[in-house]
């Protein structure tokens, strides 16, 4: 998902997330997020049931979306679990991005949501919030090796509600064969800047043969705005759900884009629109059409092998130059959570502390959903991960020390955040509003949002 770029389509999103093979940012249309919303809310959903477990096998099912090569791996380690669980079995619910949310709402809302369920950081509050997510703590998993900044984001007033699946930070991604070719050497991504960015795009372009830019435009997902409020002394948003911004912020993010299109640092606001609807594979740091793009590290692998090449995973630049002041965090490519509803809680959490701290699981699954959040448990598969993911893992273990602290949840509504964003951006780059104007509208409208 690139940070920096631009989200994905549903179809794009298949491969998700946030994880080696999946795709772009996660997002949500506005009209999506109404309806899960008023779904949610005529689902009042109780604290747990008591476990009804019988004699038999017991029957758990298990949603998550993806694509392919994600359905293959986890049934994969379905089936190890079940090997050793012969009484419990799990029967596997997935599909793609573009209508898993729709149908986990509609079956919430009916009483009838899978037990076990892969869940988003966007929707986390949403659901927990209503009562729809168990409280995993109350359950036998063992979170003793779990990173402690992505235990914490599965945890709110409402309990544990999500076990991180996969961890994973915000990077730029570097294509050094477009570098190469325009000249101009690789940053020292431990004290650039973001003047730093804006002269190195800026020279690549003008080195480079038409189409070619430096690096691709962003501002359409909350995430590369996040990033950028972080380092500058502010947030998306607060600990009790409200934006933790002011107009004039996000005005200033798209003053700098504005002056980045114009130095043609990146591409133009019709190539910028003409690049959302383009697959991972098709991107411009995959063709070697941008020498840098914002993607979360997780990704990494999948553009590497569609751009056929080494590719270069750097921090971001700061306003000081200073690592420790890039503001990243690890984030939760996605989480394992489960039904409030499920009459087999305790059969649920032994297969999601499976899931997240047994090294067979670890091992078939490896770093589709991102680098492990169980220490142990990432020690132990390193040897059986590509290049391409050790390099991954050494990042994510290489920035440690340099983060900040957790940004607070998505609270409720925030799943039409990044489509305003999104909106307001193309706005601005066609220059049908002023950074101001669209700073004050575009603030407006999420404030609207998350506190509807």
Known sequence: MPLFSRPASAAK???????????????????????????????????????????????????????????????????????????IKIKPEFGD???????????????????????DEKYITEYSSRGALLDLSKYEIDTSKLDEAALNAGKSEDGLTGIAAGINAATILANPKVFEAAGVPLPDDSTWTWQDFERIATEITAKSPQGTYG???????????????????????????????????????????????????????SEVVEAEAAPLDQSGLATGKNGMAFWWSNQAPALEKASGGDLKILRFPTKTGKADDAGLWYKASQFWSASS????????????????????????????????????????????LTPADVKVVKFIDQIKDELGEAPAPPPKGAGSIQEIIKRYTSEVLFERLSTEEAGKKAHDEMKSAISS
Not at 23 to 42: I, Q, S, W
Not at 97 to 106: F, I, M, N, P, V
Not at 244 to 267: N, R, T
């Open 13 to 87: 999103q298949s491969a998700e997330t946030p994880t080696t093979g999946s795709r772009r940012p996660l997002r949500k249309t506005g009209l999506v997020a109404a309806a899960a919303a008023v779904v949610m809310a005529l689902s009042a959903c109780g604290g747990g049931a008591a476990s009804e477990s019988a004699d038999g096998p017991v029957e758990l099912r298990f949603s998550w979306w993806g694509g392919d090569k994600r359905a293959q791996l986890t049934q994969e380690a379905i089936k190890q679990f079940e090997a050793e669980n012969p009484n």
């Open 97 to 119: 991005w573009s209508g898993y949310w729709d149908k986990l709402a509609t079956q919430v809302a009916a009483n009838d949501a899978p037990d076990i369920i892969q869940m």
């Open 215 to 269: 690096a691709a435009a962003y501002g359409t997902d909350e995430a590369s705005l996040g990033v950028w409020l972080r380092q500058n002394g502010k947030s998306l948003y607060t600990s009790d759900g409200k934006l933790g911004f002011e107009p004039s912020d996000i005005a200033d993010w798209w003053a700098f884009l504005k002056q980045l299109s114009e130095k043609k640092a990146v591409p133009s606001a």
């Open 341 to 384: 509803r499920t009459k087999h809680p305790e059969e649920t959490a032994k297969f999601i502390d499976f899931l997240a701290n047994d090294v067979k699981a670890g091992e078939t699954l490896l770093a589709d959903r991102g680098v492990y959040p169980n220490s142990d448990v990432r020690a132990a598969i390193e040897p059986k």
